[in-house]
C-alpha cells in the first residue's frame, strides 16, 4: 500500500443546512478535507461528491464555492498567514494558518457548460485571469505560454470561444482558474458529455492539475461514478437518511485506505468493483 500521511485540514464543512421555500434541500452536511502527504511527492487532494440526479449536488457546489449562503452552518477553508487567530505552523510551509469563512471566489469553479467571454481571446482571457493573481505580477505572460504549452493550446490563444472544441473550452476554463491562483478547483460535472478518447484526456489533466501544488484540491461533483472514484482518493456520498427531509452526506469512502488511490489501473481491480457497487447500493 502507498505511505501516506494526513496534514492540517484544508476545507471543513460543519451542520450545512440549505432550504428554498421553507423545504429542507441539505440536511445537516459535514466532511472536511485534509492535505494529503506522500513521501517525495508533491500530492494534491482530489475529492468526490456523488449522488443521483436531483440529489441536491447543484446545491451543495454552489454553496461550497461561496456563491450561495447556506440557512444553518458554515464551510471553513484553510487561510494564509494574514488572519488570525492562527494555528501551529503548517506542516508544508512551516509558516503560521487558520481557518476562515468561505468566500465568494475563494474557489475556481468550473461549470459544466465552461462559460467564457465569447468577445475576448483565448489570450485575452487568460490574461484577465491572471491579472487577478498577486504572484504573478510581471510574469503573466510567462504563466499564460507555459499552461498554454502544458494543456496543448499553444496554437489557439488568438481564436474566440465559439471556434474552440468542446475539450478545448474545458482546458481553456481549466487554466483560468489555475492562473487566478486558488488552491480549490470545484468542477460540475467534467464528464458529461466527452466521447471516450476525450475523456482519456480530460482524466489525465485533472490528475496533472492535482500534482501541480500540494495544497491544490479538487472537489468533483458528478454523477460518472466509475470516472470519478478512479481519479479520487476520497468519495463523500450525497443521498437520503430514512427519515430525513432533506440530502445528507450518507457515506465517506477513504480510497487510500482501501489502496484504491493514485493508480493507473485501479478500475482492473476487483475491490474497485466492489466499491463501485458499495457506492450504488447508497443511492
Same mark, same amino acid.
Request: hydrophobic share 40%; proline share 4%.
Given at each position: /500500500?502507498?505511505? *501516506?500521511?494526513?496534514?492540517?485540514?484544508?476545507? @471543513?464543512?460543519?451542520d %450545512?443546512?440549505l *432550504?428554498? $421555500?421553507?423545504?429542507? !434541500?441539505l440536511?445537516?452536511?459535514?466532511?472536511? =478535507?485534509d492535505? !494529503?502527504?506522500?513521501?517525495? =511527492?508533491?500530492?494534491?487532494?482530489?475529492?468526490?461528491? !456523488?449522488?443521483?440526479?436531483?440529489?441536491?449536488?447543484?446545491?451543495?457546489?454552489?454553496?461550497?464555492?461561496?456563491?450561495?449562503?447556506?440557512?444553518k452552518?458554515?464551510?471553513? +477553508?484553510?487561510?494564509?498567514?494574514?488572519?488570525?487567530?492562527?494555528k501551529?505552523p503548517s =506542516?508544508?510551509?512551516?509558516?503560521?494558518?487558520?481557518m476562515? &469563512?468561505?468566500?465568494?471566489?475563494?474557489?475556481?469553479?468550473?461549470?459544466?457548460n465552461? *462559460?467564457?467571454?465569447?468577445?475576448?481571446? +483565448?489570450?485575452?482571457?487568460?490574461?484577465?485571469?491572471?491579472?487577478?493573481?498577486?504572484?504573478?505580477?510581471?510574469?503573466e505572460?510567462?504563466?499564460?505560454?507555459? *499552461?498554454?504549452? @502544458?494543456?496543448?493550446?499553444?496554437?489557439? %490563444?488568438?481564436?474566440y &470561444?465559439?471556434?474552440?472544441?468542446?475539450?478545448?473550452?474545458?482546458?481553456?476554463?481549466?487554466?483560468?482558474?489555475?492562473?487566478?491562483g486558488?488552491d480549490?478547483l470545484?468542477?460540475?460535472?467534467?464528464?458529461?458529455? #466527452?466521447?471516450v478518447c476525450?475523456? $482519456?484526456?480530460?482524466?489525465?489533466?485533472? #490528475?496533472?492539475?492535482?500534482?501541480?501544488?500540494e495544497?491544490?484540491?479538487?472537489i468533483?461533483?458528478?454523477?460518472? =461514478?466509475?470516472?470519478?472514484?478512479?481519479?479520487?482518493?476520497t468519495?463523500?456520498?450525497?443521498?437520503?437518511k430514512?427519515?430525513?427531509?432533506?440530502?445528507?452526506i450518507?457515506?465517506?469512502?477513504? #480510497? /487510500?485506505?482501501?489502496? %484504491?488511490?493514485?493508480?493507473s489501473?485501479?478500475q482492473?481491480?476487483?475491490?474497485?468493483?466492489d466499491?463501485?457497487?458499495?457506492i450504488?447500493?447508497?443511492?
Open positions: /500500500m502507498t505511505i *501516506y500521511s494526513r496534514g492540517e485540514t484544508l476545507l @471543513q464543512v460543519k %450545512l443546512s *432550504y428554498y $421555500d421553507n423545504k429542507c !434541500i440536511c445537516d452536511i459535514n466532511f472536511s =478535507i492535505d !494529503i502527504i506522500r513521501p517525495g =511527492i508533491q500530492q494534491g487532494q482530489v475529492v468526490s461528491v !456523488i449522488g443521483r440526479s436531483g440529489i441536491g449536488k447543484t446545491q451543495l457546489f454552489r454553496t461550497l464555492s461561496g456563491l450561495q449562503k447556506p440557512d452552518g458554515q464551510i471553513l +477553508v484553510r487561510a494564509s498567514y494574514d488572519t488570525p487567530p492562527f501551529a =506542516i508544508r510551509t512551516g509558516l503560521p494558518w487558520t476562515r &469563512p468561505v468566500h465568494a471566489g475563494d474557489m475556481g469553479v468550473i461549470f459544466q465552461y *462559460y467564457q467571454f465569447g468577445w475576448r481571446t +483565448v489570450e485575452e482571457s487568460l490574461r484577465l485571469a491572471a491579472h487577478r493573481n498577486k504572484a504573478l505580477k510581471g510574469s505572460n510567462d504563466a499564460i505560454k507555459e *499552461y498554454a504549452a @502544458q494543456f496543448d493550446l499553444s496554437d489557439v %490563444l488568438k481564436r &470561444p465559439k471556434q474552440l472544441s468542446g475539450g478545448q473550452q474545458q482546458r481553456v476554463s481549466i487554466i483560468q482558474q489555475l492562473l487566478k486558488s480549490f470545484l468542477l460540475d460535472e467534467p464528464f458529461s458529455g #466527452l466521447d476525450v475523456l $482519456d484526456k480530460v482524466v489525465n489533466l485533472l #490528475l496533472k492539475v492535482s500534482l501541480s501544488h495544497f491544490k484540491t479538487l468533483i461533483v458528478s454523477h460518472d =461514478i466509475p470516472t470519478t472514484v478512479a481519479i479520487s482518493d468519495v463523500f456520498i450525497l443521498g437520503k430514512e427519515g430525513q427531509e432533506g440530502s445528507s450518507v457515506r465517506s469512502i477513504d #480510497l /487510500m485506505e482501501r489502496g %484504491l488511490a493514485w493508480q489501473n485501479v482492473e481491480q476487483k475491490a474497485f468493483a466499491t463501485i457497487k458499495e450504488k447500493d447508497c443511492l
